[in-house]
């Protein structure tokens, strides 16, 4: 069998009445191989034209079937053994040549046990049928004989198939191929305005092991509205063509609830095209498609799956396939595509901003751009919108044709109920969740969306870890670069959700934010359903009075805070000269339920300690920025469950009580805690310790022992502190985990501990301005091979060891500022960035030319800031 170009380019017409015209002799092929092809073409949904008659009268070619050839795009002809004996036949080749050659029309030739070079030059059977033909023929028969030979000649003449000894499934399914990947036949209706579709067709190509010996399995996922059936109805009409059956089950997490069997009917007469049957129960269905399913090489796309359980009784295992098949699943839940054996999901992105302006426009207003007097609005729906297809699509078909008014108002309404048909859509995800996961999902689309997944899942619980991971699986959240992220409609539809808890009442809302906690707050509107509060006093500063919480017994989650301020903070703590005033807002009686207390943040907090009914049993972590803290609370209170602590910038803040009551504390920071004079003496027990923070702690003066027990210790910030020197006792070996050491400002620091060079993991030190002298950088810097960082800014050294270079990890070394160097030996060739600004850099080539050309060459790929 032998198929390759064809006379002309397939094309397919609105003025054609057939895809496909075959002519074919009755008695040779009607009930064999012309009733198989003809039966597959018409279950694969062509147009196809078939003369069953085929009476002679007369061998005159009939009106009506003139006008079907007329009519038709592709023809196929069946050249058999007694082709060329019926003049009908022959008349009917002549009309199907005739017509080719006025029109954009193609011609596919079929031998059917037949050589082709017989039908060309009419020998053989052909020959002795034309014997036949022209016995007693008149001037009017030889012209017509002329005919049917030239038509013979040619069309023998075009690439087709030669069916001699092959299989004729075999044949017809190449057939197949050819004729509905060359009409660009389209199956489903994709829609229309559909937008970007072509990228996402190319990458899913690339994605079939059609090469190999093995199933593909090609999972599609995504949130709701992203376009995942769209994609799939595209590719489905793209590919279907290639396979022997092809089947597309749309809904099937919401028809497997009780259409199973009519979705196993469904599969089969996919695949099985043109064969009529019904199964009359769902063991007999599961049979049958593993029975069908092993012998053909087929298409099956299973459209919005989100349990493996709804593919039980269709395909529940891949195995079931022939190889070469390919199987497509598209589904909002990650995981179920990993159990079914997706190696690699291909995970649908929003629309960038251009894509995002065509599809709303084309909605909007049937055009690729907004209209000049409606651009401002259509950029700020599409802000809204936020690359959602459905969401685009949607909002612009509903604001096609109204006045700039109506655009307003809609846009105004938008910003404060969601969209009912889009959050219809998004909220599926949600209502799939079990309880846990949706108290999870409500708390990150109130309080947390942007913020890092270990924090989320340090407050919301041991149980939180794994519900985070399941909204990844279920595309309701992002993870990146360890940061939770969530779609600004997804965020919108969880808002919703605790909207309607209760429309008319702020106060029995389970989470409460900004203007609508200012106001629980401000008119004691708050009941025991509030979980969760925030509020930002920056944007909404309140007087709290005694009774502002008193009622909210059930408070999970409180944060009173003004981020912006801290921030700035921070940058500029040195210039502060220990000064930080707080807001004196909460009365001296002040208390509030702390029972259920799991994350407590107030910025800002006045009081001298916490209140003494302050029963945080499940407290997980603790901030109290800026506060007039002097005793965190009173008595010996155990907190079992406490991880962090965080009382930056308290600077009325003179000691810290021996936490013994606080034995899992994780991270305590007390950056710019500027009175504080010591730490506690006990500070090794901390054994689950792995921050501790005393940046800018500028009264700091002595640091306690250190003792092997701190083995999760990764980070030590000492910077701006007042510490003359570690205790000799201090074993800085111990800390195995140790990752980040700063020393930065510390200019009383007489000496830099020389077991440095135990700390096998430390990976940043920062040494800068810390008044370090000729020979006063501890050769053993140069034993740690795990670092990464090395800040030597601002000190008096003239030189550094030469052993640097065996720091084969360092890309970073700062020696800025070193107004003293004179000399830099051989650098690290994993350097990427050297900083020498400030220095005598003209006098340090001159002096050491050779050395250091030779070094900085080999960092020529670095940055280097002179």
């Known amino acids: 069998m032998a198929s390759s170009s064809a006379q002309k380019a397939f094309s397919s017409t609105s003025t054609h009445s057939y895809d496909v015209f075959i002519s074919f002799r009755g008695e040779d092929t009607r009930k064999t191989f012309t009733d198989h092809l003809f039966t597959t073409l018409v279950a694969y949904g062509v147009h196809t034209f078939r003369d069953d008659e085929e009476l002679e009268k007369g061998g005159d070619i009939a009106s009506d079937l003139s006008r079907a050839i007329e009519e038709s795009n592709i023809f196929i002809i069946i050249f058999s053994k007694n082709y060329a004996n019926s003049r009908w036949c022959l008349n009917e080749l002549v009309k199907i040549f005739e017509c080719t050659t006025q029109k954009q029309s193609t011609i596919l030739p079929i031998f059917y046990h037949v050589n082709p070079s017989d039908v060309r030059k009419q020998s053989g059977s052909y020959g002795d049928a034309f014997v036949e033909h022209e016995k007693d023929a008149d001037e009017k028969k030889t012209e017509l004989i002329r005919k049917w030979r030239t038509a013979l000649n040619h069309v023998a003449s075009l690439s087709g198939f030669h069916f001699d000894k092959q299989y004729e499934t075999e044949v017809v399914n190449e057939i197949i191929k050819q004729i509905v990947g060359s009409l660009n036949r389209q199956p489903l209706n994709v829609g229309k305005n559909i937008v970007g579709i072509s990228v996402h067709l190319e990458k899913l190509k690339l994605m079939r092991n059609t090469e190999l010996n093995k199933v593909s399995v090609i999972g599609i996922c995504g949130l709701g509205g992203i376009g995942k059936t769209t994609i799939a109805q595209a590719i489905y009409n793209e590919i279907s063509y290639q396979y022997d059956g092809s089947s597309f089950l749309r809904n099937v997490r919401e028809r497997s609830k009780g259409d199973i069997l009519q979705l196993q009917n469904e599969l089969l007469q996919g695949i099985l095209k043109g064969k009529g049957f019904k199964i009359s129960n769902i063991d007999e269905g599961v049979n049958m498609i593993k029975r069908c399913l092993n012998s053909k090489r087929v298409l099956v796309i299973f459209d919005d799956v989100d349990e493996l359980t709804q593919l039980e009784y269709l395909v529940e295992e891949k195995d079931w396939f022939q190889v070469k098949s390919t199987i497509i699943i598209t589904s909002r839940n990650k995981q179920v595509l990993a159990q079914y054996g997706v190696d690699a999901p291909y995970e649908v992105q929003k629309f960038n901003m251009k894509e995002a302006i065509e599809l709303f426009s084309l909605w909007a207003f049937k055009e690729n751009l907004p209209k000049q007097a409606y651009e401002n609005l259509s950029y700020n729906i599409i802000e809204y919108a936020d690359g959602l297809p459905l969401a685009l699509k949607l909002l612009g078909a509903s604001l096609f044709g109204k006045k700039i008014s109506e655009w307003e108002s809609a846009l105004y309404k938008l910003k404060r109920i969601p969209h009912m ?9 949600f209502d799939g969740l079990d309880d846990m996961d949706k108290e999870i999902f409500l708390d990150v689309a109130c309080f947390f ?13 041991p149980h939180a870890e794994y519900g985070i991971a399941t909204l990844n699986d279920k595309c309701l959240i992002t993870i990146s670069k360890n940061m939770i992220d969530m779609h600004d409609l997804i965020q919108q539809m969880g808002k919703e959700i605790i909207r309607q808890e209760c429309p008319d009442d702020l106060g029995r809302r389970s989470r409460i934010w900004d203007s609508d906690a200012y106001d629980v707050l401000t008119r004691n509107m708050g009941t025991r359903a509030i979980k969760g509060l925030f509020l930002d006093i920056c944007k909404f500063p309140t007087q709290f009075t005694k009774e502002s919480f008193k009622q909210m017994d059930r408070l999970r989650l409180l944060k009173i805070h003004k981020d912006d301020e801290y921030g700035r903070i921070s940058i500029f703590s040195r210039h502060l000269d220990g000064k930080l005033f707080y807001e004196d807002h909460l009365p001296r009686e002040f208390e509030f339920p702390s029972y259920e207390l799991t994350y407590f943040h107030w910025d ?3 009081l001298e300690s916490l209140p003494i009914n302050f029963h945080a049993k499940d407290l997980v972590e603790l901030i109290l920025r800026g506060s007039n803290i002097k005793q965190l609370w009173r008595g010996n209170k155990l907190h079992n469950k406490l991880k962090v602590i965080n009382l930056s910038y308290s600077v009325h803040l003179t000691e810290i009580p021996d936490f013994s009551s606080v034995p899992n504390l994780e991270i305590l920071t007390l950056k710019g805690c500027v009175n ?40 030590l910030d000492l910077s ?4 003359e020197e570690l205790p000799s006792s201090s074993s800085f070996g111990h800390l195995n985990a140790l990752k980040i050491l700063s020393f930065r400002g510390c200019s009383k620091l007489n000496k830099i501990p020389t077991d440095v060079c135990c700390l096998s993991s430390l990976e940043v030190l920062d040494l800068s301005y810390c008044n370090i002298m000729e020979g006063g950088i501890p050769s053993d810097v140069c034993h740690q091979l795990s670092l990464q960082y090395l800040s030597l800014r601002g000190n008096q050294f003239s030189s550094i060891p030469d052993g640097i270079n065996q720091l084969h990890k360092l890309g970073l070394l700062d020696l800025s500022h070193c107004k003293m160097l004179q000399h830099i030996p051989e650098l690290p060739s994993s350097l990427n960035y050297l900083d020498v600004h400030q220095c005598p850099l003209l006098e340090i080539l001159s002096s050491t030319s050779g050395l250091l050309w030779s070094s900085l060459f080999k960092c020529f790929k670095s940055q280097i800031q002179v």
């Open 449 to 461: 969306k942007g913020k890092d997944k270990d924090f989320v899942s340090r407050i919301l619980g």
């Open 676 to 715: 504080l004079e010591c730490l506690p003496r006990g500070i090794y027990k901390w054994k689950h310790l792995q921050t501790l923070s005393c940046g800018d702690c500028s009264k700091l003066k002595r640091f306690p022992e250190i003792k092997g027990i701190m083995r999760k210790l990764r980070e």
């Open 604 to 606: 800002g907090y006045s």
């Open 720 to 723: 701006g502190t007042a510490i």
């Open 421 to 429: 048909e889009i959050n219809k859509v998004l909220r599926i995800s």
